[in-house]
């Protein structure tokens, strides 16, 4: 499966023109959230790609914590959480609030696991793309730009501004009496 992951990413990241870091990053959260689900407990998962050779690794995770803290006294929750004493017992370096990752096997994904894996690595992909497209656009703040009417209707008109950007101008802040029509080209 390594050979193909690195073939998915590769794929993706230039189809949809996002970073391959981004890709990756999604594919490890649909895996996690997939075997957290595959798993009947409350446990927490962290998957760790290989960006070289694809290789994939399982850890599930435990937070150090003090049992009788304030904060977390009520909601101590096993699956989740580990005692300084517990942690200790593993390793005497571990400090409150770390994590303990223990290796354990992956899981074989089914249909519906494979699902909410795309739509996780659909949603990441589409909100660093939303992020490309305010990164674009960020320094041109309070400046003209040329751009064409998307569509216009009685509360405002939408902008295409170009690289999947769109912007709306309320009838408010129109010019009165303006009139503009579909494709027309503006500054705005």
Not at 15 to 33: G, L, S, T
Not at 34 to 50: E, F, W
């Amino acid at each position: 499966m390594n050979k193909d992951i690195l073939d998915v990413v590769k794929a993706v990241s230039y189809e949809m023109e996002v970073d391959k870091e981004v890709i990756f990053e999604a594919i490890e959260a649909a895996m996690e959230i997939a075997t957290q689900k595959r798993h009947l407990g409350n446990i927490h998962v962290k998957v760790s790609i290989d960006r070289k050779t694809g290789d994939s690794q399982t850890f599930r995770c435990w937070t150090v914590v003090d049992p009788e803290s304030a904060d977390l006294e009520a909601d101590f929750d096993p699956e989740i959480h580990m005692t300084l004493a517990q942690a200790h017992g593993r390793d005497q370096n571990l400090q409150l609030g770390e994590m303990v990752l223990e290796p354990m096997e992956s899981v074989e994904f089914g249909r519906i696991a494979a699902q909410i894996a795309k739509q996780v690595i659909v949603q990441k992909v589409r909100e660093a793309k939303r992020a490309k497209i305010v990164d674009a656009f960020q320094g041109k703040m309070g400046q003209l730009i040329s751009c064409v009417v998307k569509r216009a209707s009685r509360d405002g008109i939408v902008l295409d501004l170009g690289d999947n950007a769109e912007a709306f101008i309320p009838r408010e802040e129109m010019i009165p009496g303006e009139m503009v029509r579909n494709n027309d080209r503006l500054r705005a």
